[in-house]
C-alpha cells in the first residue's frame, strides 16, 4: 500500500504561479512512477506531468515550458511547478504514484481567475 498526501493549490490570477506537493508514505520502494493528473468539471482525468525513477519527464503538450515536476527521492515526493497559469489551467489535480497499482491522492482546487 502507499498513501499520498497532497498540499497547495488554491486561487490564482491569470498569469500567476502556484506549487503543489505530494508526500508518499507505505510501500514507497514499489513505485515506478509518479505524477500529477487533473480533472476539470465535465472532463475525463488527463495527465499532466510525470516522471519516473530514473528522473525521465513527461508532459502534457498544454503544459510544456509553463509546469515543471520535481521528485525528491530522500523525502520521497513529488512537486508541479505551475507558472504562466491560464484559466483553462482551473482543475481539481490529483498525484499518482504506480506500484503494482495505481495510487491517487486526495485532490487539489487549482483554479485560476481574475
Known amino acids: ?27 514507497i520502494f514499489s513505485i515506478s512512477v509518479m505524477g500529477w493528473y487533473r480533472q476539470a468539471p465535465g472532463k475525463e482525468r488527463e495527465l499532466v506531468a510525470a516522471i519516473t525513477n530514473g528522473g525521465t519527464t513527461n508532459y502534457a503538450d498544454a503544459v510544456k515550458g509553463r509546469f515543471a515536476i520535481f ?9 508541479l511547478q505551475m507558472n504562466s497559469l491560464k484559466p483553462d489551467d482551473t482543475a481539481v489535480y490529483y498525484c499518482q504514484a504506480r506500484a503494482r ?3 491517487w491522492g486526495q485532490g487539489s482546487q487549482v483554479t485560476v481567475s481574475s
Not at 2 to 7: A, D, F, G, T
Request: net charge neutral.
Open 1 to 27: 500500500q502507499v498513501q499520498l498526501v497532497e498540499s497547495g493549490g488554491g486561487l490564482v490570477q491569470p498569469g500567476g504561479s502556484l506549487r503543489l506537493s505530494c508526500a508518499a508514505s507505505g510501500n
Open 71 to 79: 521528485r525528491d527521492y530522500a523525502k520521497h515526493t513529488v512537486s
Open 101 to 103: 497499482y495505481d495510487y
